[in-house]
């Protein structure tokens, strides 16, 4: 059996620490190959300013090279949001029926990328802007810790993390219906 591979797209700067290591740990010991990109090569800063090697840039990714596209939270992930290259990994993944997700504020990534027009999604909402933002994408906003709708898994932040990965793996593992 063929190790699948997962693609997790962190922020150069500010992306949040917990939600990038704790999925990226339970995925690696679930026997997932995860690679880490970036708008940036060289060690990527989270936010409590730990760093992470970045593998490759955004720029740079063959989708076709991974089972799965996951954006990490933090800070510096609203810098993704605009970004055309980003949008057209998010759309190309969910035409090719990849597994997409996102935790905290990156689940606006999605969002502003169409992928979730008629999803069940959730995500940070310190601001208090999210429910009206999903709406204004077609998407449903439900406040739980982690949704998952299609192939699509959405987390709220660090606190759901570990929920995150879970849901990511079963995903992963259970491809029957979206290959």
């Not at 090569?41 to 300013?49: I, N, P």
């Not at 939270?73 to 759309?91: F, I, Y």
Request: charged share 20%.
């Amino acid at each position: 059996m063929l190790t699948k591979k997962v693609l997790f797209i962190v922020a150069h700067k500010g992306y949040q620490p917990t939600e990038y290591a704790v999925p990226k740990k339970l995925l690696e010991d679930a026997g997932f190959s995860v690679i880490t990109a970036s708008d940036a090569l060289g060690d990527a800063c989270a936010t409590d300013e730990t760093t992470t090697s970045v593998d490759l840039r955004v720029s740079d990714v063959i989708l076709a090279e991974y089972d799965g596209l996951f954006f990490v939270g933090g800070s510096g992930a609203l810098e993704h949001l605009d970004t055309p290259s980003v949008h057209a990994l998010v759309s190309g993944a969910s035409k090719e029926r990849k597994a997409v997700g996102a935790i905290c504020i990156a689940t606006r990534i999605l969002a502003a990328a169409g992928i979730l027009k008629d999803c069940k999604a959730t995500g940070w909402n310190g601001d208090n802007q999210l429910q009206d933002l999903y709406q204004q994408y077609g998407a449903i906003y439900t406040p739980h810790n982690v949704v998952v709708d299609k192939r699509i898994v959405t987390a709220s932040g660090p606190n759901a993390a570990r929920e995150y990965a879970e849901q990511i793996i079963t995903l992963l593992q259970d491809n029957t219906d979206w290959h």
